[in-house]
Structure formats: C-alpha cells, structure tokens
C-alpha cells in the first residue's frame, strides 16, 4: 500500500529539457519508477542518448524535438505530446538557460530569450497540457523547476532569477485554477548542482569556494536529489499537495 502510494508506475510522463543536466535525471528516475516518458528537446543526438537511458532503465520512451521558445507553436506541441501515449499524466519543466553578466549589460534580446525558454514556454505549455487533462477528466500533475534565486537575490543573474521567481507566480495560481478538477502544481526549488548551467561557475575557485561555504550539507547536489522531489509530487501520496515550493538545496534556504 505505502509503496503504490508513492509509485508512478504506467504513468505518462512528459520531461522537457530531458536531454541533459536535471532533465535527464529527472526522466530517467521516472523511467525506473515504471512510467513511460515523453522526452523533449532540441538537440536530437542528447534525446537519443537520453532514450538509451531510459530503455537500461526498463521503460519506454518517445523522443520529440522542439524549440520551446517557438511560443506560437506550444499548442501545436502539447497536442504532439499527448497523441505520443494518448494521454499525459504529468509534466515536468525542467528546461531553461542561465545567464550570467552585469545587469546594466544585458541586451533586450537576451533578456526576452532567457524569459521566453524559463517563464513563457512552461505556463503556455501546462496551460494547453492542463487544458487537455480537464477535458479528458485526468488528474495530471505540473512539477516545474524553480531555483533558490525564486527565493532569494543572487548577483549578475537578475533575468533568470525574475524568471524562476516568475514560475512560482504561475504555480500559484494555476494550482488555484485546476484544484477542483484534482490537478495539482507545484515546484522544485533546486540548490546549486553540477550541470551545464552551473558548469562555468563552479570552474571559478573564488565562487566555487564561495558556493560551498554556503551549503550546510557540504556538498553539490545530484540530479537524483531533484528527481526525488519530482517522483513525490508526481505519486497519489501528494495528491493534497499543490501550490507548494520545495527547496532541495542541502540546508542553502534554511542559514
């Protein structure tokens, strides 16, 4: 009983960003769990390399590439989507870019390709996803992924943080729009990891040091810290969970 509850066996499972860095984590722990997993992405080989994982793991998966700041094709996408399994079960947003200057040098282009991947796409992606799990009478689940910087200030990185603060806005209020109709929303609020957005970061002693001296648990996390996170969310054990942030960040929030 305890173990069904926190399963996400048969589950559909849609994980954009899934062709590396916590994307990747993310679907493969759902592939283990038993669901079946719609990979997207924009770089074929990643998705293909992602797949492998995905059938070592013992699941299916179907692979569909996509520009997700193409916003005027996101519905064209989420009916892709759920014609991949026939229906979706849950989404998980996990794909975004970082970007790391001076605010005063930060370009009008940059700063509305940073919010289009990390803010636009996901809402008007679970907006349409959401849409469909209404009329077909499923109680989805929307796990997306925010950051500490939703929470706190963090230098030379304003447009991303405005975006990861602006997903908690949307988390709030679609968990509102959709409770009645039994589909919840909620976010995963990662600490720093070694990925491709921190990579450049991290290879800097000085703020790699000054990183490290932040979190109580000593360590980076693992991409299987943020999937574990987003299998909870994901299982009937929160279905009475929504509109919530879960930081998973090695004790970073709680100094």
């Not at 669901?35 to 080989?45: F, M």
């Not at 806005?169 to 995963?188: C, Y």
């Not at 996390?221 to 987003?230: E, K």
């Amino acid at each position: 009983m305890t173990s069904s509850r926190f399963g996400v066996n048969d589950k559909v499972v849609v994980v954009t960003g899934a062709g590396r860095g916590l994307g990747r984590g993310i679907a493969v722990a759902f592939a283990e769990g038993g669901a079946q997993i719609v990979l997207v992405s924009r770089t074929k080989s990643e998705l293909d390399e992602t797949a492998s994982m995905v059938k070592e793991a013992g699941s299916v998966s179907k692979v569909v590439m996509a520009d997700l700041t193409d916003l005027e094709g996101i519905s064209a996408l989420a009916s892709t989507l759920w014609d991949s399994f026939g229906r979706v079960d849950v989404v998980v947003q996990a794909a975004g870019r970082q970007l790391r200057k001076a605010s005063a040098d930060v370009t009008v282009a940059e700063w509305r390709a940073i919010l289009d991947l990390n803010l636009s796409a996901p809402f008007l992606l679970s907006a349409a996803l959401g849409k469909m799990m209404v009329e077909s009478h499923v109680a989805g689940r929307h796990i997306f992924i925010g950051s500490l910087a939703s929470k706190i200030g963090l230098p030379n990185v304003v447009p991303y943080a405005a975006t990861k603060s602006g997903v908690v806005g949307v988390v709030h209020g679609l968990a509102r729009e959709w409770a009645a109709e039994g589909i919840t929303v909620n976010a995963v609020l990662p600490g720093y990891f070694d990925t491709e957005l921190t990579r450049d970061l991290l290879s800097d002693p000085v703020r790699s040091n000054w990183v490290m001296s932040r979190i109580p648990m000593g360590r980076l996390g693992d991409p299987q810290d943020v999937a574990s996170a987003c299998l909870f969310f994901a299982s009937d054990a929160a279905k009475y969970v929504t509109g919530e942030t879960l930081a998973v960040d090695g004790g970073w929030l709680a100094t």
